[in-house]
C-alpha cells in the first residue's frame, strides 16, 4: 500500500505543483488503484510514473471544485482508449454525474468499460470484505467531503509449533483452523482454530481530506488514522485568509493530527504563492506541534507499512 | 502574426505531443491571442510560453472530441482567477455551450469577465475592420470545422516624393490621402489620395483545419492561404486506417496544399505512434509532393511576415 501524489498544488497549475490527484496504490492488496481527486491534467502527471489507468478501480471526488474535477472526462476516456475493460466506479457529490455525463456525451465518447456513477452522501460509501470507505461533510463553503479508508483486521498468525507439538502436521487443515475454524482430527478430537491463534493484525487507517477549514468531522475521520492527509494551503499566520477562502494553514492541519492521535500527518494542497524555497519553513511550522510531518510533493510516493500485531 | 503550437497530437496527450491548441498571435495586430481548439492541459503548456491567458480574446474549437476542447474549462477558469477582465468569446460547433455551461455550474466557477458562447455554422463567423473568419465542414464523422482567416487589404504606400514635388508638405492632411480621401488645398485644388497610393498591400491568409480526410471543403478554405495548418495523423501508406478514423496523412495533406496553391503548409495533429526518429520521414513525404512543408511540434513558433505589396 502507496501513496502516490500525482497534484500537490492549490486552486491552478503551476509548474512546481499540478493541481489535485492522489492515488491509493494497492496493488498488493487488491491489484488495483484507487485515485482521490482528478483535476486537469492528472492523466498527463500519470504518463510520467509507472500507473495503469487500466488498473483504475475507483475514483473518489471530494468536492467539485474545477482543480478536482477537470481531468476527469479525459481519464476516463483515455483509459478506454488504453484498453481498459474493467469496470470503473466514481464517487462524488450531487453533481458529478451531470458533469461525467455532459463532457461524454458531447464528445461522443464511447466507452469499452462499465462506468458507474454513485453520488455520495455522508457516512459508509463502500465496503468489501477488505475495505470500508466512510465519509463525512468538511467545511470548504460547497459540500466538500473527507474520506476515511479502514483496511479491515486480519487474523494472527497460526503458532505452527505448537500445533506440531500436538502431533497435527501442517496441511489443508491449517487454512481452515487460520480462518479460526474448528476442525475434527482423525482420532476425533476436535481442536479450534483460535485457540492457536495470535491475536488480530490490526488493518491500516487512511484519512484522505478535501479542502476545508479545521473542524470537527475532520477530526473524526482522522482519529487514531494510520496516515493523515490534510489540506494545508497557506503557511502559519494566514488563519485570517484560511477562514475567508475555507481552507487551512499548516499548524491547523497539525493540531488536527495530534488532537486525532495519527501516526503521520501528510500536508498537501500548497498554494503556489510558496516557491520552493519555503517548502522547508512550511513543514517545520506543523512539524513543532505534531513531528511526525511531511510535505506532499508531485510524485512523492510514501509507503503505508501494514501492522504487525 | 505568429502561430504558437500548444498541443500537437492526436487523440490522447502522450510525453513528446500534447492534445491539440494552436495559438494565432496577433499582439502587433490587435493586442489580442486567438486559440483554435483546446485539448486538456493547454494551460499547462500556456505555462511554459510568454502568452499571457487574458490577452485571449477569442477561441475557435473545430470540433467536439475530448483531445480538443477538455482543457476549455480549466483555461476560462484560471483566465479569470490571473485577473482577466476582457471579454472572452468562444465559438464552436453545437453542443459547446452544454459543456462549458454545465462544467462551469457544477464547479461554481464565477468569471470577472463577459464570456460569450457562439454555436456557429458554416460561413462567416466574425468580422470586423481587421478580418474576417470564415469556416466549413470538413469530413470528421463528426461536425468538424475548418477556418480561414483573412486579414483585410490594406492601403498602399504614399508616394510623399511626388506628393513633396507638387508643394505638398508632411502634415495631418496625409493622413487622409493615405486613406485614398480627397483633400482640398489652400489654394484651391482638390487632390485625390488615390492617384499617389500605390497598389493596396494584400492581407494575410490563415487556414486552420480541424479534424479531417482530404475534402473539397478543405481545398476551398485553404485556397491560396499564406499558410495551411492540416492535420497528418498518419504517414504516407497508411489511407485505409485515414479513412477509417477520418483522418489525414501526410501525403494527403501535402495533396491539398498543393491544389489549393497555399505558400507554405505546416503538417499537424501528429499520431503518437511515430517516435521523435519518425518525424523527419513524415515531413519528407509531404515535401515530396509540396516541398514548403513543416512539421509542427509542441511549442513550435512559425511567424507569418506581412506583404510587402
Ligand atoms: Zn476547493
Ligand atoms: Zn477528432
Redesign the pocket.
Known sequence: MELLFLGTGAGMPAKQRNVSSLALMLLQERNAVWLFDCGEATQHQILHTSLKPGKIEKIFIS?L?G??IYGLPGLIGSRSFQGGTTELTIYGPKGIRDFIEVSLSVSQTRLRYPLTIIEIEEGCIFEDDQFLVETALLD?GIP?FGFRITERDRPGTLDSGRLKAKGIPPGPIYKKLKMGESVQLDHGETVSGLDFLGPDIKGRIITIL??TRPCANALQLAEKADVLVHEATFAAGNEEMAVEYFHSTTTQAANIAKEAGVQELILNHISSRYLKADWDQLVHEARNIFPNTQLSNDFSQMTIAPHKS
Chains 1, 2 share one sequence.
Do not use: I, L
Request: charged letters at 25%.
Open positions: 468536492h471544485h482543480d478536482h470548504h466538500s478535501g479542502d
